[in-house]
């Protein structure tokens, strides 16, 4: 395994140009690099527009979401290599799994590694998990497994069954209506840096075979757990799959249930009842 | 008719918490009332082992107040570690919000309707509300009402650029349109209070807080909040000498004698009390610093009567004091908010005055002058700044705990002057 470490976040614009150029991916095995950034510090004037963006409480400790702001460039960066089997133009993002392994202080400096994993045989493709780690002091304090799948790639003989699917129990009250308005992936584009084009418009989504924008699924994350956030405990993990495309601007139920041990959580469209997002949040009883 | 009235019970002060004060546009610039309110109550929570528990009432309020934070206290009720269940509501009475949350609380829980409850203050300068002017207000209505494109555009033609600049919420008073630090300009004239004496004032406010932080004096009062563990405004090496080089910013010519040095600075902030009876505090193992004994409120005519915009205390506290049978004399610590360092010596002098109060007051006898060295011993606005209702709650929980520590049986007295010519007072005992 290669480690790299950069001195500064990759610029995502630039990550996004190439990959429309570059195209189709080179297939094969997944590369053994690991890129990292050491003690990044976290800027309090993108905190608070991340957490207004996302309607999340704006303290000195960082929504569990967050982190991925630091991860998320390092893995398009991964993406984006030439050494990256597929193409990074169309794979879209089925789960996400998020360990907050304790609280994090806006103040400590986060020690920051991603890394792909797990080609995975999908029905309609192929999946690929990148990874990630923030570390305090030597100390692992949260860690990301985002599931992207290729549909149509191949994933290398022997390789495991995918495993995209969180399970809710029956979530049938809607705890809160919420009017996505059309603008919501410009906005979050903004302050992510996650300018993929599916996001931004009707004419860059109908580009690449969307109907119309869609948005961020991290984003939708992160406004569920905005509706939690003050009933949570100190470490947890928090598992969503992304089900069916949040198309904007829409309308949408977000969905709650108290279950032992965390909540479990899902957004479906206001009228035709179609499930966007599902999740479940767990107490982390131990750290691993 | 025989008095009747049985001993009542008085609301115990379990405690205290705020977050460090900052000056506008500072530490707390892209922070709401609602983040900073939220933070504040969940740190009350942590301090006192309250998460998940429903407490009787939640009572807040904000002077700076968006529209769309009708339910301030409630939402930040719903986004804090409190039960979900526990009742809140929104108060406002400019700067004496978060004193007069904390007599509310008091009230209930000795009328026995609630055993516990929490009162607060919160306010931002920086990320203020901003309103569109009247007119463009009522165009904007008309074109929401409009049937018709044609109505629509008729609506449309009517804003004039002029209008597009919002209004800035600024601190004066709606009905004379002086700023507040100019009504004061006129009381301090008024009264003859010197240039020299606001600046020692000033000074020796600055230098009681910085020398109570240091000795840990308010480590379970206050929680940091975003970077910032003391209140920014706080100036240790503050001298007299210092401030008097400081140009006047509040009244005219060769009379003036208020500066940015003597004057609270806009501050944002946020400030919470936990009130409890006696037995609610004795089950959960919780401590009792000391009791609010009383409170008395006051207004005063300073638009056509003449009275000072800020003198309102003035008035409040001899009917405090009579009800309580006390002399102003009869107490320990004094709490005089600082909303200028002239409004503290003009209150004290119109005490010591006697034709002010025999005319004004209608008292036989003067209420005297107080020991200087009990009052604000640990500071107060001019150094810690002043978030308009915040700073009810960092007196009451401040003074609280100077009385605890003073002992049993000792006495304080608390006077918040507020705009529109109000005043509350109170009387905490421990």
Not at chain 1, 213 to 242: S, T
Not at chain 2, 177 to 192: F, R, S, V
Not at chain 2, 290 to 308: I, S
């Amino acid at each position: 395994m290669a480690t790299t470490v950069l001195d500064g976040p990759p610029n995502l614009a630039a990550l996004y140009a190439r990959a429309a150029l570059t195209g189709r991916g080179r297939g094969g095995d997944l590369p053994d690099t690991h890129l990292a950034r050491r003690g990044v510090t976290v800027d309090r004037d993108h905190l608070a527009a991340y957490a207004r963006v996302c309607r999340l409480p704006f303290t000195d400790v960082l929504p569990a979401t967050y982190p991925h702001m630091l991860t998320f460039p390092l893995q398009m960066a991964l993406m984006t290599d030439r050494a990256f089997p597929l193409a990074t133009v169309g794979l879209v993002h089925v789960r996400n799994r998020i360990e907050l392994l304790r609280g994090i202080r806006a103040d400590e400096p986060l020690d920051v590694e991603v890394w792909a994993e797990r080609f995975a045989a999908h029905r309609s493709g192929a999946t690929v998990d990148l990874c990630a780690t923030a570390a305090v002091a030597g100390e692992e304090v949260w860690r990301s497994r985002s599931t992207y799948l290729a549909r149509g790639a191949q994933a290398p003989a022997g390789a495991p069954e995918a495993d995209v699917e969180v399970v809710v129990g029956a979530l049938e009250r809607p705890a809160a209506t919420w009017r996505v308005p059309d603008d919501a992936g410009r906005r979050y584009a903004k302050v992510s840096g996650d300018v993929n084009p599916i996001h931004l418009s009707g004419l860059t989504a109908k580009a690449l075979g969307f109907k119309r924008a869609i948005a961020h699924g991290m984003w939708v994350k992160a406004r569920v757990l905005g509706a939690v956030a003050n009933r949570l405990p100190e470490a947890f993990a928090y598992d969503v799959q992304f089900t069916k495309p949040l198309f904007l601007p829409s309308t949408v139920h977000l969905a709650t249930g108290q279950v032992d041990g965390g909540w479990d959580v899902a957004v479906r469209n206001a009228g035709s009842g179609t499930e966007h997002v599902v999740g479940t949040i767990r107490t982390l009883e131990e750290k691993h | 008719m025989a008095d009747t009235a049985k001993p009542r019970r008085t609301a115990a002060i379990v405690g205290g918490n705020r977050i460090p004060f900052a000056r506008s546009n500072s530490a707390y610039a892209q922070a709401s009332n609602q983040d900073m309110l939220t933070a504040t109550l969940d740190g009350l929570v942590a301090r006192f082992g309250l998460q998940g528990e429903q407490v009787g009432e939640v009572v807040a309020g904000a002077v700076l107040k968006h529209s769309r934070d009708f339910n301030l206290t409630r939402e930040s009720v719903l986004g804090s570690t409190l039960a979900a269940t526990t009742p809140a509501y929104d108060v406002q009475q400019a700067c004496g919000t978060g004193l007069e949350a904390a007599v509310l609380v008091a009230n209930k829980i000795a009328l026995g309707q609630i055993e516990s409850g929490i009162a607060g203050g919160v306010d931002t300068t920086s990320d203020a509300p901003l309103a569109v002017g009247d007119d463009l207000r009522r165009v904007l209505i008309s074109l929401n009402n409009a049937r018709t494109m044609g109505d629509r555009l008729k609506a449309l033609a009517k804003i004039r650029p002029g209008q597009l600049v919002p209004d800035m919420p600024r601190n004066s008073e709606p009905r004379t349109g002086l700023a507040m630090g100019d009504h004061q300009a006129i009381t301090a004239e008024e009264w003859g209070i010197g240039r020299e004496e606001q600046d020692e004032l000033a000074a020796r406010s600055h230098h009681n807080m910085a020398a109570a932080y240091d000795r840990g004096f308010f480590d379970d009062l206050v929680t940091p909040f975003l970077g910032l563990a003391r209140d920014n405004n706080l100036r240790p090496d503050s001298t007299a000498e210092k401030l008097a080089k400081l140009k006047p910013v509040f009244g005219r010519g060769e009379g003036a004698t208020m500066t940015a040095g003597n004057s609270t600075p806009l501050t944002d902030g946020a400030s919470a009390v936990l009130l409890a009876s006696d037995e609610w505090a004795a089950a959960k193992g919780l401590p009792v610093l000391a009791h609010l004994v009383d409170a008395q409120t006051a207004a005063v005519d300073y638009v056509h009567g003449g009275e000072g915009l800020l003198m309102a205390p003035a008035y409040a506290m001899p009917v405090m004091l009579a009800r309580n049978g006390l002399t102003l004399q009869d107490f320990d610590f004094y709490e005089i908010h600082e909303a200028f360092a002239s409004t503290v010596l003009s209150t004290l002098k119109a005490w010591e005055d006697p034709a002010f109060c025999k005319d004004k007051l209608g008292l036989d006898a003067p209420l005297g002058s107080i020991d200087r060295s009990k009052l604000n011993v640990n500071g107060s606005s001019l150094a810690a700044g002043h978030p308009f209702a915040a700073t009810g709650g960092r007196i009451v929980a401040s003074l609280a705990k100077m009385l605890h520590e003073a002992g049993p049986g000792k006495r304080g007295l608390i006077s918040i002057c507020a705009a529109g010519g109000q005043g509350v007072v109170a009387i905490l005992e421990s």
